[in-house]
């Protein structure tokens, strides 16, 4: 007699809103070139692009914006709900080395 039991949890946390578009999230961008901290603030459904975006309009224009959230370069496509960050972030600007 083979049977099976399948179960599925679901990890919530109190303190995060769940309407993913209203929840606002601290966002820190250091550009280690000059040590610059620039603070906005978005909502968990916004993308990587939209903090690029946000940065080229106003304090970082001109710079080419890769940036990296926990020590891994983000997409962006990227929401900063998918990067798992709760009520603020900090990312780190880089530039890639061209060539070999």
Do not use: W
């Amino acid at each position: 007699d083979l049977r099976s039991t399948h179960a599925t949890l679901k990890a919530v946390n109190e303190g995060v809103s769940l309407n993913p578009t209203t929840s606002h999230i601290s966002v820190s961008v250091f550009d280690g070139s000059n040590g610059r901290t620039v603070k906005l603030q978005l909502l968990e459904a916004d993308t990587v692009g939209k903090v690029k975006e946000k940065l080229k309009e106003g304090p970082m224009p001109g710079l080419s914006l890769e940036l990296a959230c926990n020590g891994k370069p983000v997409a962006e496509h990227q929401t900063l709900r998918e990067l798992c960050v709760l009520g603020q972030v900090t990312f780190i600007t880089y530039q890639k080395c061209v060539g070999g």
